[in-house]
């Protein structure tokens, strides 16, 4: 990788004044970090629509849009704009399958609008869904499919980037098969309430799976309370970047900002040397069962 590749994420606020308003107030955002000589902007999982998680599944389903729907359409186009390609979340509708009946939920999907490209691509979609809160009916699974349980990795000029889709992150096999499928960089999407979380442990996740694997993790979260869902619904991630030694290169930004950091190839090598916790792992894969 010879040459700098900086990578940017946004931090976007509360959907309650519909799609159209959450896709101009995010407009603004992409374009600073264009402006800052980012290659790649990153913005959060579901981030033009209310996190509506905790209600009614079919009063909410019809924000899932397909691949070429109005949030896709926006992104590609902001991309051919600026020349940077943009990566974000939204709620991707699928094709109805006779067997799964009219009512087929969509996927919470990590999607890559490219400058030059006439669509948009699937990057990862959401395998772990968070179960159902305390006092709540309903959760992520009443809204979404779990996508299969694989990941991969996307070349995006001189790097590999994997996405992890907000709850991914909590299991350190999601870190462990993004690295081992060559990732230079994560990306994490992030949306959503987060109640039972001590402080700082948002960072401290982001850090210490950046520093076992030797990867450069960059989350976009989103921020604030939304109350359109009829009561207030807090988003509770950090907007950072984190260097694959662990350490923080850019962040936690404030509610209205978003971060910027550039690859270094060599911080990942020097990373992997002093600290090659995937070569030196002896313990096998234990299967979990549920009680």
Known sequence: MEKRFRVGAASTGPADDGLGRALDAAEPRVLALVEAGCDLVILPELFAVPYAAAKEPEAWRHLAEPLDG????????????????????????VALLPERGRHAKPFN????????????????????????ADGDRFGEADHFEAGPATVGVVEIGPIRLAALVCYDRRFPESWRAVAAAGADAVAVLVSGPAPSDPDGIFEAEM?????????????????????????????????????????????????????????????????????????????????????
């Open 70 to 93: 109005p949030t896709a359409a926006w992104a590609v186009g902001l991309a051919k704009r600026t020349g940077v390609p943009i990566l974000f979340g939204m709620a991707l509708s």
């Open 109 to 132: 999907a990590a999607v890559l609008a490219r400058p030059g490209h006439a669509a948009a691509e699937v990057v990862a979609l959401k395998i772990h869904l968070p179960p159902v």
């Open 207 to 291: 850090r210490t799976h950046a520093r076992a694997n030797a990867v450069y993790a960059i989350a976009a979260a989103r921020y604030g309370t939304e109350t359109i869902t009829g009561g207030p619904v807090r988003h509770d991630g950090s907007t950072v970047a984190i260097s694959p030694d662990g350490a923080i290169a850019s962040g936690p930004s404030g509610p209205t900002g978003g971060v910027t950091v550039d690859i270094d190839p060599n911080q990942i090598r020097i990373a992997a040397a002093r600290n090659p916790t995937a070569r030196r792992l002896r313990l096998p894969a234990v299967p979990i069962h549920e009680q």
